[in-house]
């Protein structure tokens, strides 16, 4: 069984301009997930998914460098579309997709959501945060009754993706069109393997967790 990790990635983003390769409390974001998945070997294959081709300067030893198409690096380009072509470029069962604006992501989360997948117990398995508070979805109560408040511990969890991982048997994808499939494990991170980087105030937020976490 082949397994393929990708790390889609562009150097022309729009919110944060550059912000893949600026420095998060001396280090190159990108470098935070290079480092934490370049020697799992339980992946076969790894690749940065870029059309820029400076980002090589950047890549470290164990992960494989697949220029993707400029197209792919357009403000209207979905998700999907970058999946459907790199599974197109590149055979595999298990497809492991990964982002490097989180970069707090523990190895020991992707290898465990991982291993659900890969033992054939799950056909996906996605990042997700636990959150067991008070929530609202379309002006009514989500997951408690306003008659019969309980406390928050007795609350019902809700789990919202994170998006900082993906992995997927093959078959999901070319059947349903999705990441993830039927039967999926969600792999509870904690909030900050959760941070995601999308703007300046993103990034300032994330500098402070880098800092805190060095000491």
């Given at each position: 069984?082949?397994?393929?990790?990708?790390?889609?990635?562009?150097?022309?983003?729009q919110?944060?301009?550059?912000?893949?390769?600026?420095?998060?409390?001396?280090?190159?974001?990108?470098?935070?997930?290079?480092?934490?998945?370049?020697?799992?070997?339980?992946?076969?294959?790894?690749?940065?998914?870029?059309?820029?081709?400076?980002?090589t300067?950047?890549?470290?030893?164990?992960?494989?460098?697949?220029?993707?198409?400029?197209?792919?690096?357009?403000?209207?380009?979905?998700?999907?579309?970058?999946?459907?072509?790199?599974?197109?470029?590149?055979?595999?069962?298990?497809?492991?997709?990964?982002?490097?604006t989180q970069?707090?992501?523990?190895?020991?989360?992707?290898i465990?959501?991982?291993?659900?997948?890969?033992?054939?117990?799950?056909?996906?398995?996605?990042?997700?945060?636990?959150?067991?508070?008070?929530?609202?979805?379309l002006?009514?109560?989500?997951?408690?009754?306003m008659?019969?408040?309980?406390?928050?511990?007795?609350?019902?969890?809700?789990?919202m993706?994170?998006?900082?991982?993906?992995?997927?048997?093959?078959?999901?994808?070319?059947?349903?069109?999705?990441?993830?499939?039927?039967?999926?494990?969600m792999?509870?991170?904690?909030?900050?393997?959760?941070?995601?980087?999308?703007?300046?105030?993103?990034?300032?937020?994330?500098?402070?967790?880098?800092?805190?976490?060095?000491?």
């Open positions: 069984m082949k397994t393929a990790l990708f790390i889609p990635m562009k150097l022309n983003n919110r944060l301009p550059g912000k893949n390769t600026m420095l998060l409390n001396g280090k190159p974001l990108c470098h935070y997930l290079f480092d934490t998945v370049k020697d799992m070997k339980e992946i076969d294959e790894k690749y940065v998914y870029c059309s820029h081709d400076e980002i300067s950047y890549i470290p030893e164990g992960i494989s460098y697949l220029k993707r198409d400029a197209a792919l690096d357009g403000p209207e380009v979905k998700g999907l579309e970058i999946i459907e072509r790199f599974i197109r470029d590149v055979e595999a069962d298990i497809y492991i997709l990964i982002h490097v970069p707090f992501i523990q190895r020991e989360s992707l465990n959501a991982f291993h659900k997948v890969v033992d054939g117990d799950y056909d996906s398995a996605f990042s997700v945060r636990e959150i067991q508070d008070y929530c609202w979805y002006n009514n109560p989500l997951n408690y009754n008659k019969d408040i309980v406390t928050t511990q007795n609350l019902e969890p809700v789990y993706e994170t998006g900082a991982f993906y992995i997927f048997r093959k078959e999901v994808f070319t059947r349903y069109h999705q990441r993830i499939g039927i039967k999926p494990y792999q509870i991170v904690d909030h900050i393997e959760a941070i995601d980087i999308d703007t300046f105030d993103d990034f300032q937020f994330a500098q402070a967790a880098a800092i805190y976490l060095s000491k």
